[in-house]
């Protein structure tokens, strides 16, 4: 049977029926759906917006970002998501923080930034989400797919054909890190990463390269997306 991530019960979802919300303020982070073959118009059917839906599929209602070259496309597609404001913060912890604010108040938050220099710049608020027990969902604007193996040296890195220093760094702060580099696999990685969020209670780490955004692949144009979770995880927060 097909699934969907669930709402956060303090949120106004914009379909009622992600909705399972209960009584003791937790998170019902599944919501068993009938199988369906409602298709998604192929201009909504791209990693971007599979991304922002599934955001709001959860109750965010409000993303806080800080643009880079690596993540503007991701962006745009975000914010051609209905029922999901762009918010724009001045530099990354700001939005770091804003983002562990909202989680505090609504139950679970995003924050949107750039490969590596915007990456490093947000941690400190991602470890005190950490250490607070917040679900906080990080998405970065990673590398071009294909520079991944070739040992290019990018800018926004330290000067090295490596790409993982900003991962290793999320490692020791977030309970799931997600490298999305190819299409295949990206609905079962950003699934994964959401609802590990949900039911840990932590921050996780999800890159998107930068090329894909933009990219429509078979998996997103279905609704529900197939992915099969438990239906009775909840969070005490």
């Known amino acids: 049977m097909d699934t969907k991530i669930g709402a956060v019960d303090t949120c106004n979802p914009t379909c009622n029926d992600l909705c399972s919300a209960p009584s003791n303020g937790g998170i019902s982070t599944i919501q068993n759906s009938v199988p369906s ?10 990693l971007g917006r599979h991304l922002a839906r599934r955001l709001v599929q959860i109750g965010i209602t409000d993303v806080f970002t800080v643009p880079g070259d690596f993540n503007l496309t991701l962006l745009d597609h975000l914010i051609a998501e209905p029922g999901l404001t762009n918010i724009g913060c001045c530099n990354e912890l700001n939005a770091g923080y804003a983002a562990d604010g909202y989680a505090r108040s609504r139950g679970v ?18 470890a005190g989400a950490y250490s607070e027990n917040l679900p906080l969902i990080c998405i ?6 294909n520079d991944y193996g070739t040992n290019r040296i990018l800018h926004h890195t330290i000067g ?13 702060v977030t309970c ?14 950003i699934d994964t990463a959401i609802s590990t969020s949900l039911k840990e209670s932590k921050p996780v780490y999800i890159s998107i390269s930068c090329n894909l955004a933009v990219v429509p692949h078979p998996t997103f144009s279905r609704e529900p997306v197939p992915f ?8 005490e927060l």
């Open 228 to 235: 099969s979770l438990s239906p009775s995880i909840k969070l």
């Open 176 to 189: 799931y890190q997600a490298v999305v580099n190819n299409l295949e696999d990206a609905h079962e990685l």
């Open 140 to 145: 970065v604007g990673g590398p071009n797919s």
């Open 109 to 126: 938050s995003a924050c949107v930034v750039t490969f590596t220099v915007g990456g490093l710049s947000v941690l400190n608020a991602i």
């Open 160 to 172: 090295v054909p490596d790409f993982s220093q900003e991962l290793r760094c999320f490692q020791t």
């Open 37 to 46: 073959t409602t298709l998604v118009n192929s201009s909504e059917a791209t």
